[in-house]
């Protein structure tokens, strides 16, 4: 009964006018970086694409490591490298929801249990388009256009989570740049296709793993800390995030 009613459940949630913006592009009018308390902002580069030159150089290296000392079968008992993101001294962004605060507050993939954070504007003026992983044909495309061989290194992170065994490639962030200002992950996409396996080719495939829902990573110096900034914390039955009074 139970699993007969849950796509007539998720027909209600994606029809709902609350829901409609999992299906939209970034909104570049209002976007906001999330700093978790102990933390610092994260600077905004000015030449990111020779930061992302050096993270492509560092994971061509992991790849040849990996595939020179770890086991080719899938199924060992390895652990390597799960995520497929962009390097994280990018800065990452997501829009906010009325009065629940960005929404990098709440949607986090893999957080640590955060309990206060700060919340900065950040204005967006981008002279190029941002890429919309809008589906998981979205993200195949990237691969197909921009790919970086990734087979050793994810091979038993990403079978134990598909099952799948073969060959396995993530985007070239650092070529991706060269053509768009950023990348953006909507929360459709990421409820639709996140941690599950994505046809590239015939014999490649690729996954979403790390992304949180509506991030966008900004590859261009075009941004700027907007200069407002709210304090948040997470509420004492930690059901929810409220804006507090003053900031800490």
């Not at 605060?101 to 002279?127: F, M, N, S, Y």
């Not at 996954?207 to 004492?236: K, L, M, N």
Request: proline letters at 6%.
């Amino acid at each position: 009964m139970r699993r007969r009613s849950t796509p007539r459940t998720a027909q209600h949630i994606a029809a709902s006018p609350v829901t409609a913006w999992w299906l939209t592009p970034v909104d570049l009018a209002d976007q906001w970086v999330v700093v978790w308390d102990g933390t610092t902002a994260t600077a905004i580069s000015a030449d990111p694409l020779t930061v992302l030159r050096e993270h492509r150089a560092r994971f061509i290296e992991r790849e040849r490591v990996a595939a020179s000392d770890r086991p080719t079968d899938p199924a060992a008992k390895f652990t390597g490298d799960w995520w497929s993101t962009p390097p994280r001294s990018m800065v990452t962004s997501t829009r906010s929801i009325t009065d629940l605060g960005p929404v990098g507050l709440a949607w986090v993939e893999d957080g640590l249990g955060w309990e206060r954070a700060q919340a900065k504007r950040v204005a967006a003026t981008p002279t190029r388009t941002v890429f919309e992983i809008d589906s998981a044909d979205a993200w195949a495309e990237l691969c197909r256009r921009f790919p970086l061989e990734q087979t050793a290194s994810k091979r038993q992170d990403w079978y134990r989570t598909t099952g799948r065994a073969g060959r396995w490639v993530v985007p070239d962030w650092a070529q991706v740049a060269e053509h768009y200002a950023g990348i953006h992950l909507q929360v459709g996409a990421y409820l639709s296709a996140a941690g599950t396996e994505i046809s590239v080719d015939d014999n490649t495939s690729s996954v979403i793993a790390g992304w949180d829902p509506d991030q966008t990573y900004w590859f261009s110096p075009d941004i700027a800390y907007a200069g407002e900034t709210t304090a948040w914390h997470v509420t004492e039955h930690g059901s929810r995030w409220r804006a507090d009074p003053t900031p800490y």
